[in-house]
């Protein structure tokens, strides 16, 4: 997961399409908070899970 944290702001600001786009994004490290109160209802909901909530951080909105 360290790994991931560190690589996903690089991989946003080379993705951005525009120098303004890039100027948004930071490379400061992403910061993680594993969630203890949803439990898996299937053994393959946690990917899905854990995209949406990398998406709702990178939006800044609260999930």
């Known amino acids: 997961m ?5 690589m996903v702001p690089y991989l946003l600001v080379e993705c951005a399409s ?3 786009l890039r100027a948004q994004y930071s490379l400061e490290p992403f910061t993680y908070e594993r969630p203890t109160n949803i439990p898996p209802a299937r053994a393959g909901d946690c990917g899905v899970y854990t995209l949406k909530y990398i998406e709702c ?3 800044g909105i609260e999930f």
């Open 2 to 6: 360290e790994s991931f944290l560190y």
């Open 18 to 20: 525009s120098d303004e």
């Open 57 to 59: 951080h990178a939006l």
